[in-house]
């Protein structure tokens, strides 16, 4: 995702430097070349040889070292970047940012870029809310300086509250988005994702294998690209994505309300969900106890949120997900004529890298106008961009 793109890494003095360490890592797991610059008192928390390590390229910690100037330098640095991220950004480097000042590497290394700067700020509760600070904050923003704002929680000082650095997961997001053109501006886009869970008794439920890997990939790929997007999701292990509408399902009825209720909002709908197809008749208040009799489940459909907005739908672009063992093409092109769908996304769950709990997929595209797209297996964050790409080819269709 990042393959290609050149990132300066700048760490400031806070305790959350170790949180640098992983956002770096997986920076450079998504193919960007990172340059760690640390200032003095980042050198306080984190050694330089663990940024040296993970990012197999030096560090540069000093304004007139003769070796790196001579092999870089920091105005190379500068032109170099295709971005800034400065996590964690102290209140004393926003300050300095603010106004001018630059009397340290990443200080003059910022100023002297022209790429986009991510700042993650990290600092006190009371010193976040300053207004010098705030003023600080305010005038970056104006000169288009992005932020990835801190989180709250209990800080490192003792104090509970807004201050803490944001997520290095979050952190990567801020800057994936910083380095995508938004060609979904614009769009708002209801993605669905994860399995349902449909249960017996307060212990007991139904469900699938579903990870939510896809779903997730396609709602973080299409904020990235600018959209609003809402992701309504089955449990699931993973993590919220940053930035976007998170919300929690469990059953196949209540995601059919969840996503009814937004569907108004919406300008496309891609129902990657495993949504389970049968629900017990009745869910037990109190635990089934077992007993030597065989137990017989008695299971009802649960109702086809797709198929439903197939009918409804208008203008909007209506993706479905197959997930088929036998006669893929076929079975994918009778779903998108019976449910009204302008897409279907198929996969041949029966093969290796495909399907359920895997970060790959095996996919084939299927269209109204009969076309075919047979894809290689990709991991699903390049297939959820190619997704999108897609449904950005079937809006200008619709609109042409
Ligand atoms: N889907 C849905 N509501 C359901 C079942 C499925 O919205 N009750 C959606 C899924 O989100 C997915 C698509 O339908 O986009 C395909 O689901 P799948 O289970 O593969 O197909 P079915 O339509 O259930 O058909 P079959 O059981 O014959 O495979």
Redesign the pocket.
């Known amino acids: 995702m990042l393959k290609g793109k050149v990132i300066v890494l700048g760490v400031t003095g806070g305790i959350a430097a170790y949180k640098a360490v992983e956002l770096l890592r997986l920076l450079t797991k998504a193919g960007a070349t990172v340059h760690a610059i640390m200032t003095r008192s980042a050198m306080e928390f984190v050694t330089p040889l663990t940024f040296q390590t993970l990012s197999m390229n030096p560090v540069h910690t000093e304004l007139f070292n003769l070796i790196s100037e001579r092999e870089i330098g920091h105005i190379a640095l500068a032109d170099r970047a295709d971005l800034f991220v400065i996590a964690p950004a102290t209140a004393n480097l926003i300050g300095k940012l603010a106004n001018g000042i630059a009397d340290d590497l990443l200080s003059t290394t910022v100023m002297a870029t022209k790429a986009p700067v991510l700042i993650a700020p990290a600092m006190n509760v009371n010193m976040y809310q300053n207004p010098i600070y705030k003023e600080n904050e305010a005038r970056l923003k104006d000169h288009g300086y992005l932020f990835a704002e801190p989180a709250r929680g209990m800080l490192a000082c003792g104090w509970e509250g807004e201050g803490k650095l944001q997520e290095p997961q979050a952190i990567f997001e801020a800057a994936a988005a910083a380095l995508t053109g938004k060609d979904l501006a614009g769009e708002r886009i209801l993605v669905?994702a994860g399995p349902?869970r449909e249960e017996l008794d307060p212990v007991r439920y139904i469900s699938n294998h579903s990870s939510g890997k896809m779903g997730y990939a396609i709602a973080r790929a299409a904020w990235r690209r600018g959209a609003e997007v809402i992701l309504v999701t089955g449990p699931t292990c993973l993590d919220p994505p940053f930035g976007l509408d998170t919300v929690a399902v469990e059953s196949?009825e209540e995601?059919?309300a969840a996503?009814m209720e937004r569907l108004s909002d919406s300008s496309v709908i891609i129902?990657?969900?495993?949504?389970?197809?049968y629900r017990p008749r009745q869910r037990s208040d109190g635990k089934i106890k077992k007993s030597d009799q065989p137990l017989t489940l008695e299971l009802v459909?649960?109702?086809?949120?797709?198929?439903?907005?197939g009918k409804i739908k208008g203008e909007r672009i209506l993706?479905?997900?197959?997930?088929?063992t036998e006669a893929l093409v076929e079975?994918a092109r009778t779903?998108l004529t019976e449910?009204n769908l302008d897409m279907?996304?198929a996969n041949d769950i029966g093969q290796v890298g495909a399907g359920f709990n895997v970060d790959t997929n095996i996919a084939k595209l299927v269209f109204r106008d009969g076309r075919v797209e047979e894809l290689q297996l990709m991991q699903k964050e390049d297939l959820a961009d190619l997704i999108l790409d897609r449904v950005i080819e079937l809006k200008k269709g619709n609109r042409g």
């Open positions: 669905t349902t196949a995601m059919r996503v129902k990657a969900a495993a949504v389970a197809d459909k649960n109702p086809d949120i797709l198929g439903e907005l993706v479905g997900f197959a997930a088929e079975n779903k449910k279907v996304v």
